[in-house]
T-cell receptor, first 112, second 115 residues
Framework: SQQGEEDPQALSIQEGENATMNCSYK?????LQWYRQNSGRGLVHLIL?????REKHSGRLRVTLDTSKKSSSLLITASRAADTASYFC????????????FGAGTRLAVHP | NAGVTQTPKFQVLKTGQSMTLQCAQD?????MSWYRQDPGMGLRLIHY???????DQGEVPNGYNVSRSTTEDFPLRLLSAAPSQTSVYFC??????????????FGQGTRLTVV
């Protein structure tokens, strides 16, 4: 079964608004990663947060990790139409070797 | 530096046919993996390899074979295609886990239809 589960499955917002996506997982992890996929394309790495980190920033992205609740969130601030894509969390299980297990993703639509 | 290259981009097979999906990377990554992506299911891990000569099964390995004779190449073989294998296949590579984590690089995918 899949490790990560994203919530919501779909999100529709206006340009300039913030978008928040959540991810829950089941087992102990080394790190959690977020990826973006534009329609019909491969996945692109956005940000990695390690199990001993609680928050990380990269440009307009902010990721939090709560290992006690086995959950993470991705916040995209001041969304743009170009942010329209699917976003996936992926977990790297503790003791593993970068074997990433993905959730089903959140489809984000940002309207001009 | 081409990154991760997958061929072909599109393929239609008849049930029972065999084929090999090719994946090559030029980043000297130890770790390579194959995923399939079905609508609403996200990516599911088929097989992975932590180095030349070493492969292991992922979440959905049935119906697929892999081998890793070189660091650069990691082909995925379908021995007898079934309609249930209709999907988009992605190959990914990364440096081996250093307990600090590392990003994975993905190919552009192969869209396979089995009729």
């Amino acid at each position: 079964s899949q490790q990560g589960e994203e919530d919501p499955q779909a999100l529709s917002i206006q340009e300039g608004e913030n978008a928040t996506m959540n991810c829950s997982y089941k087992t102990s992890i080394n790190n959690l990663q977020w990826y973006r996929q534009n329609s019909g394309r491969g996945l692109v790495h956005l940000i990695l947060i390690r199990s001993n980190e609680r928050e990380k920033h990269s440009g307009r992205l902010r990721v939090t990790l709560d290992t006690s609740k086995k959950s993470s969130s991705l916040l995209i601030t001041a969304s743009r139409a170009a942010d329209t894509a699917s976003y996936f969390c992926a977990t790297d299980e503790a003791g593993g070797y970068n074997k990433l297990i993905f959730g089903a993703g959140t489809r984000l639509a940002v309207h001009p | 530096n081409a990154g991760v290259t997958q061929t072909p981009k599109f393929q239609v097979l008849k049930t029972g046919q065999s084929m090999t999906l090719q994946c090559a990377q030029d980043m000297n990554h130890e770790y390579m993996s194959w995923y399939r992506q079905d609508p609403g299911m996200g990516l599911r891990l088929i097989h992975y390899s932590v180095g030349a000569g070493i492969t292991d099964q992922g979440e959905v390995p049935n119906g697929y074979n892999v081998s890793r004779s070189t660091t650069e190449d990691f082909p995925l073989r379908l021995l007898s295609a079934a309609p249930s294998q209709t999907s988009v296949y992605f190959c990914a590579s990364s440096y081996a886990q250093s307990r600090r984590g590392t990003e994975a690089f993905f190919g552009q995918g192969t869209r396979l239809t089995v009729v």
